[in-house]
């Protein structure tokens, strides 16, 4: 089946310790998004992918980076995580980069900062 | 204000209830509508999609658009255990898509 999957499920790392999530799709979607999603609040978009055109959204922190490196995955890196960046990161493609395109998500990647 | 605001609940309700889940937005240029459910420990999933003023059903789910008092809703007729997730409403027009909260729903069998 196509679909979006990330790795690892859960992630706990320590405070400033640089860690990677990742994200694979065999949709063969152009679009591909990163979101972070705290508890009871809306997913915030941190990146997202056009093709190989990158567009960082205004609010993200400099401590999250992210690549493509080809059509199938997308990573990201948070250089320096801090207690607050512990929240569940999903990935999510789209087939083109309106609006109405729906997304389709990943399971998302639990992360933990000890 | 937030552009998109929603209820985070939980709404607790008797199985075979019927469920009204709202969400109201400030920005009257937002023409796409969409429910997502997320299961815990799951990605979100698109359940309905609307585009402009109006209603749309599928099964016992039921959409609505309101516009003029910017203003939608998802009704879920005769609901089920298995409806228990968090919805969440998002809206957008050209690019942006803006997303609620989410309002956790929990059906008691």
């Known amino acids: 089946d196509a679909m979006v999957i990330q790795n690892p499920r859960y992630q706990v790392t320590q405070f400033g310790k640089p860690v990677t999530l990742s994200c694979s799709q065999t949709?063969?979607?152009?679009?591909m998004y990163w979101y972070q999603q705290k508890s009871s609040q809306a997913p915030k978009l941190l990146f997202h992918y056009y093709d190989k055109d990158f567009n960082n959204e205004a609010d993200t922190p400099d401590n999250f980076q992210s690549r493509r490196p080809n059509t199938s995955f997308c990573f990201l890196d948070i250089r320096s995580p801090g207690l607050g960046d512990a929240a569940m990161y999903l990935c999510a493609t789209s087939p083109g980069h309106g609006s109405y395109n729906e997304q389709f998500f990943g399971p998302g990647t639990r992360l933990t900062v000890l | 204000q937030k552009e998109v605001e929603q209820d985070p609940g939980p709404l607790s309700v008797p199985e075979g209830a019927i469920v009204s889940l709202n969400c109201t937005y400030s920005?009257?240029?937002?023409?796409?509508f969409m429910w997502y459910r997320q299961y815990s420990r799951k990605g979100p999933e698109l359940l309905m999609y609307t585009y402009s003023s109006g209603n749309k059903e599928d099964g016992r789910f039921t959409a609505q658009v309101d516009k003029s008092s910017k203003y939608i809703s998802l009704f879920i007729r005769d609901s089920q255990p298995s409806d228990s997730a968090t919805y969440l409403c998002a809206m957008g027009s050209n690019y942006q898509l803006i997303w609620g909260a989410g309002t956790k729903l929990i059906i008691k069998p």
């Open positions: 920005n009257s240029a937002f023409q796409y």
């Open positions: 949709l063969n979607h152009n679009v």
